[in-house]
């Protein structure tokens, strides 16, 4: 594991919310606890701002805010020792983990060399076929629209296409806020998969981060999700940490 300073920690959870954007957002000593109704956990889950034993007291206060917009309340907790208190009272009250996600972070300057790939196409807004990456087949498409809609908000978000034959093979987002540019939404087209054309967006969106003055970047990735973490690796990504969504 890659070490994160408690700036580098705070500055990647709230780059994440303002990336994600959910529809409300409220803070907590320690905590962003961010409200939304769609299917993206980040976009919807309690999240601690710093990797030190945070106030047991504060989990009901967290609670009562969900409940009061009638949503279930989620947490993403970090798997690190200093949570050990607060995962024991997320269990006791019927809590339990799932979809263990790793938070990886790389120089841009390392990410840019992963694909040789002609530069693709990237856009202030996306388009009917970057949307489409999303809709096609193999993936969920209320959750693909659904994350679509979310990565849509957020003004100067960066979308990047690979395109074969004026048709868009492969998408992804970058955004950039708190001193990180962030990585979001990579998608290729099922037919097309095992061709680079991932690694080409990744490059495209490290060569925009590049060129807004951001030498940093991090990603979130499922880590049962090989295919990701080869390429990622291969990119210069190196795991800082891992957290679990806490729910009901």
């Not at 798997?79 to 208190?85: G, I, V």
């Not at 949307?131 to 100067?156: K, Y």
């Not at 991932?198 to 295919?227: D, H, T």
């Amino acid at each position: 594991m890659q070490t994160v300073t408690p700036a580098d920690c705070e500055a990647i959870e709230r780059a994440t919310l303002a990336a994600v954007a959910p529809g409300a957002l409220e803070e907590l000593p320690g905590w962003l606890l961010p409200y939304d109704s769609g299917t993206v956990n980040r976009a919807k889950s309690a999240v601690p701002l710093l990797h030190t034993a945070p106030n047991p007291d504060l989990l009901g206060e967290i609670e009562a805010r969900y409940a009061a917009r009638g949503l279930a309340a989620i947490f993403r907790i970090p798997q690190l020792a200093a949570f050990d208190e607060w995962r024991d009272l997320l269990r006791g009250r019927g809590y339990g983990a799932s979809k263990p996600t790793e938070v990886h972070t790389a120089l841009t300057s390392s990410v840019m060399s992963v694909s040789k790939a002609p530069a693709g196409h990237i856009a202030a807004r996306p388009d009917a076929g970057w949307a489409e990456v999303f809709l096609g087949e193999g993936f969920d498409p209320v959750d693909g629209a659904s994350r679509v809609q979310i990565l849509s908000r957020t003004g100067g978000t960066a979308f990047a296409s690979a395109r074969e034959q004026g048709r868009t093979v492969a998408a992804g987002a970058g955004a950039f806020a708190h001193g990180w540019a962030s990585v979001h939404g990579m998608r290729t087209a099922q037919a097309c998969r095992g061709r680079g054309l991932a690694a080409q967006v990744l490059a495209i969106l490290a060569a925009a981060a590049w060129s807004r003055g951001y030498p940093r970047m991090f990603l979130q990735v499922e880590a049962n999700n090989p295919p990701a973490h080869a390429l990622y690796r291969r990119a210069g990504f190196a795991a800082a940490w891992t957290y679990e969504y806490w729910r009901r």
